[in-house]
């Protein structure tokens, strides 16, 4: 791979045994950064989807995951979006009644099945807000809307990201945005679900080339494929596992581009920054790790 000002040097490493897919890539923002920074842990979840099918086995396998959230590792728990199915109101306080039981603070973002009023009533006033947390600084975007499965991002909310980014830098903070759509395009055999040119996806990512020396990664629900990524915009772009349920599309067999470890049981995330590298860590709920991803600051710009 020839070097410029544009290139992401990575390598990438995948060891199949045991049902392990470990992969390692290489980027930039943590580079010659990391030491003096206290390690962070902490959980991501999405796609609960409570009241899917109109039936329990969601509220079942949430309150489940819920307890196991309780005693993982990590200080906070971001969930990515549709915390219910269908927008049902009567869904949230179900939803509720097992996210108090984890003990740490949750921190959500909308998705497309839920409706932006019931979020107000029932998670949070902002459907846009700031976390910040020691040296990060989580960017929590709703990008969804009930009437589509694609993207949609403002101007007014990209001008957001943009002033979150530059007052991470004032405080010496890194950026984690966190989003319910992928901004990456990804067309079939994909789920061609993202955020399109005309919806936001050319600004926002000259605002990611803007402070690509400050955001360490991006995450999204949505897809329910396990984990789902790429690498080509400077940070990496993941797609997380559903707490309920995933499928395998075959990616890798028909060639798209990007990652998809073979993994699909429901599950979460665990994640951790230390000594310059980023870790995601695929937990299969009831089961125990079986894809992790590790990310090394050491990518040359």
């Known amino acids: 791979m020839?070097?410029?000002?544009?290139?992401?040097?990575?390598?990438?490493?995948?060891?199949?045994?045991?049902?392990?897919?470990?992969?390692t890539v290489l980027p930039q923002c943590l580079r010659g950064d990391s030491e003096s920074r206290p390690p962070l842990n902490f959980i991501i979840v999405s796609d609960t989807h409570i009241g899917y099918k109109?039936?329990?086995?969601?509220?079942?396998?949430?309150?489940?995951?819920?307890?196991?959230?309780a005693g993982a590792k990590g200080d906070i728990v971001i969930h990515?979006?549709?915390?219910?199915?269908?927008?049902?109101?009567?869904?949230?306080?179900?939803?509720?009644?097992?996210?108090?039981?984890?003990?740490?603070?949750?921190y959500e973002i909308p998705g497309n099945h839920d409706p932006d009023d019931l979020?107000?009533?029932?998670?949070?006033?902002?459907?846009?807000?700031?976390?910040?947390?020691?040296?990060?600084?989580?960017?929590?975007?709703?990008n969804a809307r009930r009437d589509s499965h694609d993207g949609f991002?403002?101007?007014?909310?990209?001008?957001?990201?943009?002033?979150?980014?530059?007052?991470?830098?004032?405080?010496d903070q890194f950026a984690f945005l966190c989003l319910h759509v992928p901004v990456h395009q990804n067309k079939h055999p994909d789920r061609g679900w993202y955020v399109k040119p005309e919806n936001g996806q050319t600004k926002f990512?000259?605002?990611?080339?803007?402070?690509?020396?400050?955001?360490?990664?991006?995450?999204?629900?949505?897809?329910?494929?396990?984990?789902?990524?790429?690498?080509d915009h400077g940070i990496h772009e993941v797609c997380l596992p559903s707490a309920l349920y995933n499928l395998n599309r075959g990616l890798k067999e028909k060639g798209a581009a990007g990652y998809n470890p073979l993994e699909f049981r429901p599950g979460y995330?665990?994640?951790?920054?230390?000594?310059?590298?980023?870790?995601f860590q695929y937990k299969p709920t009831g089961g125990e790790v079986k894809v992790e991803k590790r990310i090394e600051a050491t990518q040359t710009l």
């Open 119 to 142: 979020f107000k009533k029932y998670i949070r006033p902002d459907l846009d807000t700031a976390i910040e947390h020691h040296w990060l600084r989580f960017l929590l975007v709703n």
């Open 80 to 106: 990515l979006g549709d915390i219910v199915d269908r927008g049902q109101e009567s869904q949230y306080p179900i939803y509720l009644q097992s996210r108090n039981r984890i003990g740490k603070p949750v």
């Open 205 to 231: 990512y000259e605002v990611i080339k803007k402070h690509q020396d400050r955001i360490i990664a991006m995450v999204h629900g949505h897809f329910h494929n396990g984990m789902r990524g790429w690498d």
């Open 54 to 69: 109109l039936k329990t086995g969601a509220e079942k396998q949430w309150e489940k995951t819920a307890t196991e959230l």
């Open 2 to 23: 020839s070097e410029s000002s544009n290139t992401i040097q990575r390598r990438t490493f995948v060891s199949t045994a045991a049902g392990l897919a470990a992969l």
């Open 153 to 171: 991002l403002s101007g007014e909310q990209i001008d957001w990201i943009d002033q979150q980014c530059q007052e991470a830098k004032k405080k």
């Open 269 to 279: 995330t665990l994640v951790s920054l230390t000594g310059g590298s980023l870790k």
